[in-house]
């Protein structure tokens, strides 16, 4: 491995509401649709790190539903930014939200955020595990690696 290269710990959350939509987050680095996803940051658990992930790009408080598996295929785990390429090893979580969205919230990372039907999902999402709707969608008690 180069010094251009590293493999950093992140995480994910699939957010569902009520009707059984879910939330997706259009970034602003990136300009695509995607789960709400991020970095752990030192000193965090996998789980403080979700939690604070939604709480930046959301402006809401959630808990943890489950477990949902990790995700660590160089083929969809794999950035490059200029120089440098990341794999990322991410952690992947249900969460629910503790309440509302804030109306037409934004900030340095969420462009929009939007509940989305899932026959409706956009075409052009940003890099991500093919398997991640329907992982998120399998209630049976099993952890995916992937």
Not at 50 to 58: D, S
Not at 84 to 107: C, D, M, W
Not at 135 to 142: F, R, S, T
């Amino acid at each position: 491995m180069n010094s251009h290269q590293q493999i950093l710990p992140a995480v994910a959350a699939a957010i569902f509401n009520s009707k059984g939509e879910i939330l997706l987050q259009k970034r602003k680095d990136v300009n695509k649709w995607c789960i709400i996803s991020g970095h752990v940051e030192f000193g965090e658990t996998v789980e403080d790190a979700i939690l604070r992930e939604i709480k930046e790009e959301t402006d809401s408080d959630a808990n943890i539903v489950r477990f949902i598996g990790v995700y660590s295929s160089p083929k969809s785990q794999t950035y490059t930014y200029g120089s440098r390429t990341v794999q990322y090893i991410t952690s992947y979580f249900e969460a629910k939200l503790h309440g509302t969205i804030p109306l037409n919230f934004s900030n340095d990372e969420t462009q929009e955020l939007k509940f989305f039907n899932l026959n409706n999902i956009p075409a052009d999402m940003a890099l991500i595990n093919p398997n991640w709707l329907s992982d998120a969608l399998d209630k049976k008690e099993q952890v995916f690696i992937r």
